[in-house]
Each structure stands twice: as C-alpha cells, then as structure tokens.
C-alpha cells in the first residue's frame, strides 16, 4: 500500500475508542524524517503514571526529540470541538508529528505520526505509521532511539528537560456559560447527524421532545454553511472519561473526585446518579455558531450513554424554561 494512502480521523464520533482503535490499526511504516528537526507532542492513555511520562520524555530528550507537551490520547478525540481545538493548538506550537503511546496487555507501544490537517480541518493519519511494541517502557523507547539516529543527525538542540504535562488547551473561542441559551427559543438549532442510519433514526425521535425549532444536518457541511442556511447554535456532543469531560469543558476538577455526580431524567423525573471516574460519559452542550457562546446548562447531565445524556440536556432545558 502506498505510504501516503490515508484514512481520516473523522469528527464527530459516538466512539471515542473507535477512532483509538483506527490509529492502532494502521501498519507498519518509516519513521517520519523530521522526527529530530521539528517539535513533537505526546498523547498518552489515561492509565500513564508521572513516572512513566518522566520515562518517555527521557528518552525522548535523550534520542533528540522535542516533545513540547503531553496530555491523555482520549481528550485529542473526545469531540469535534475539542480536536479542532487541538489542531489550532499544534500548529500555533508548530508542532510536526505526534507522538502516541498506549499500554498493551503486557508492554508498551509507541507510534509516531506527522501532523496532517485536511480541508475540513480533520487530522489526517497516514495507513502506514512508525510504530513499535515492546515489553518494557525503556525497550521501546531504545528502540526509537536506535531507529531515529540511523542515518539521522540531531537538529533539535534547545529541548526542555522536564515535561509540559496536561497542558490547558484553549477550546472555545467565545464565553463559557453555565445555563441554556433563551435565544434557542427564537433562533434554530442545527444537529448533526452521526452517519448511521440507525442512530440517526434514535437520534431523531429523541429530537422530537426539543420544544423549539431544529434541524438535522449532515455532519460534513460546513458551519458557514449552516449559518447561511438560518441555524445560530449547533447541538455539540464530547465522549471521554467523565473527569477529562469536565476539565475539557472548563470545570473545576481541583478535587480530584473518584466519582461524578450526574443529573439524570430516565423516567422524567429528574435524579442523582453517581458515576465512576473512568467511566466512559456522553455530554452535550450548544455553541453559538457565528460567535463560538458556549451553553453547557446549568448542572452537569453527563450519562454513559448518548440517548440518555441528549434526553438529559433536552429535559433539563425544558425544566428551567418551564415547559411541560
């Protein structure tokens, strides 16, 4: 297959951990030839101690390579919002390939990937990466560094060495606000379909309790687009682990909570539901398409299924503008 045959890391997703499995599916390639001229950043499992990221940087100062941040591989897909946020991010940081490394049951695999933006402002990965699976952390980083220096000479001179960890990514370039938009009341609301057809059929009839105007949209028209076509807000959706879900969306998770607590309607009647901290969750919220006004309501109605968390947020709006 040729090395620049390509698969598109498609946003939005339902499933998160599809996109995940889509990179780790990828076969076996060269490493990327800038990987000691141009910055990289890491995307690691949530499951990686601090330990384990001071071993990556390490090695990867050691080898020559600049990596000039860190955070979780599941915040980079946790929705079309937060990975365009992402992609702003990197070329801001002029960042040229990423980094990924996941925990195997046993060892460690590392991936290297160059950065690749397509028009539609999705990341672009190529069907062939660097990739290498190892038992232990140190063996797969050794094995970068013997690959790397084969026939390369380090260009990177100015490298940190101690790791930017969890970096504060800025998302959203209008207001964040606890509450609904009033201007729902008047102003359409476009929501994009998923490009299944069997849950866009749930996806419709859910949409049938939202008490003001919509309209279901394609997922790849532009948001341009849609503005011209009279929608002002865009129904957005996030999937990822309830703790990354609220630090991405901007809530404070000084706490370091081992449990959410989440308002629920499952029977329509508003309840407490209790949610484990690595548990997979679904939020919804809406952004003001021209202005980037995000409205995230006012409690946190996250759920661990998609159904369930648009019922929540579709109910919870109803309740504070009090219709029945």
Request: with cysteine.
């Given at each position: 297959m040729n090395?620049?045959?390509?698969?598109?890391?498609?946003?939005?997703?339902?499933?998160?951990?599809?996109?995940?499995?889509?990179?780790?599916?990828?076969?076996n390639g060269p490493i990327p030839e800038t990987i000691l001229s141009t910055r990289v950043f890491v995307f690691t499992d949530y499951t990686f101690t601090e330990k384990e990221i001071n071993t990556i940087h390490a090695g990867l100062v050691k080898t020559g390579v600049d990596a000039v941040g860190y955070t979780q591989v599941d915040k980079l897909f946790a929705g079309a919002d937060i990975t365009q946020a992402f992609i702003k991010y990197l070329q801001n940081r002029e960042v040229g390939n990423l980094v990924f490394a996941f925990k195997n049951n046993p060892g460690y695999e590392l991936m290297i990937v160059p950065l690749v933006v397509a028009e539609n402002n999705t990341l672009t990965i190529p069907a062939s990466v660097w990739k290498t699976q190892d038992r232990t952390l140190d063996e797969a980083l050794m094995t970068l560094y013997r690959t790397a220096l084969a026939g390369k000479r380090k260009q990177n001179l100015l490298i940190n060495e101690v790791p930017e960890i969890d970096l504060t990514i800025p998302l959203f370039t209008g207001n964040r606000n606890e509450l609904f938009a009033y201007d729902l009341k008047v102003d359409n609301l476009a929501v994009q379909k998923f490009g299944d057809e069997k849950i866009d059929s749930e996806l419709e009839e859910i949409m049938k309790n939202y008490p003001f105007k919509y309209k279901l949209v394609e997922a790849n028209v532009p948001e341009a687009e849609l503005r011209k076509q009279g929608s002002l807000y865009l129904l957005r959706h996030i999937h990822t682990r309830g703790p990354a879900a609220k630090q991405l969306l901007g809530y404070d998770m000084s706490k370091g909570e081992s449990a959410l607590v989440s308002v629920t309607y499952p029977n329509g009647q508003e309840q407490i539901k209790t949610i484990a901290a690595d548990v997979e969750v679904h939020k919804f919220y809406v952004r003001h398409i021209e202005f980037g006004h995000v409205f995230l309501g006012p409690k946190w109605d996250a759920d661990t299924t998609w159904q369930q968390a648009l019922q929540n947020f579709i109910k919870g709006l109803r309740n504070e503008m009090k219709i029945n």
């Open positions: 090395l620049f045959a390509c698969f598109l890391i498609l946003i939005p997703s339902f499933v998160f951990g599809q996109r995940i499995a889509d990179l780790q599916r990828a076969g």
